[in-house]
């Protein structure tokens, strides 16, 4: 049996009786990069080796949000804003119940990653730079996205016509175009796990 959760005058439980209960910390692992840099690729795989170590995760990709919560938004620089600041909102809420989120998007600016970690914290926030030349990400082309902003069928393409400024303060960087998926995920889990194990 499980012992029963005391509530707040609000009737919410509190945050540490919820990590208590997962035996995990929460936290937002907020992965930052061009398109075609692997963010997709490692948050799937680093799910699995959460999962694997008994670990509760969520993704947060844009694919699901875009069609969803944020289908109101266009891609204007106000609604681009809009949209991660939505999900920085949800991130956190996540994460005040224990749970490990890894957020996956290009968030090119310094402004709309400040804007994510002001909302979730500094203390649950860890920025992942998910780092790969332009070049090569051009050549990966996974979505076929490049070729067509190349063209002109999409505008403000960061990478292309709009810019991605490098982060300066990420907690953790993988250039995945030097190193393998498996020796990425071995860099992650080493910063994240000694952050997301529960230690009373
Ligand atoms: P994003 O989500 O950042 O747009 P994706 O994960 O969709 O990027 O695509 C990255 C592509 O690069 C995939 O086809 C993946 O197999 C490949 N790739 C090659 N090496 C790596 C690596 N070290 N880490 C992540 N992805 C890699």
């Known amino acids: ?74 891609f204007s620089e106000d609604d681009r804003h809009e949209n991660l ?15 490990i989120v890894i957020a996956t998007f290009i968030s090119p600016t310094e402004f709309s990653r400040e804007q994510a970690r002001g909302i979730i914290g500094s203390d649950d926030f860890m920025l992942l730079y998910v780092n790969a030349s332009i070049e090569v990400c051009e050549k990966r082309d996974v979505k076929g996205l490049y070729k067509k902003a190349r063209i002109g069928l999409i505008p403000f393409f960061t990478g292309i016509d709009s810019p991605f400024d490098p982060p300066e303060n990420a907690d953790i960087e993988v250039e995945t175009d030097r190193i393998s998926v498996e020796e990425a995920i071995d860099k992650i889990l080493s910063k994240i796990i000694p952050c997301v194990e529960y230690r009373k």
């Open 1 to 74: 049996m499980q012992e029963n959760l005391s509530m707040n005058n609000n009737g919410t439980a509190l945050r540490g009786q919820k990590e208590k209960r997962l035996r995990q910390y929460g936290k937002v692992i907020w992965m930052t990069g061009l398109s075609g840099a692997g963010k997709t690729t490692l948050a799937i795989h680093l799910e699995k080796e959460l999962n694997a170590r008994g670990y509760l995760t969520r993704i947060i990709d844009n694919d699901r949000v875009r069609s969803g919560l944020n289908r109101d938004l266009g």
């Open 85 to 99: 600041r939505r999900i920085a909102e949800v991130a956190k809420l996540f994460c005040e119940t224990g749970v």
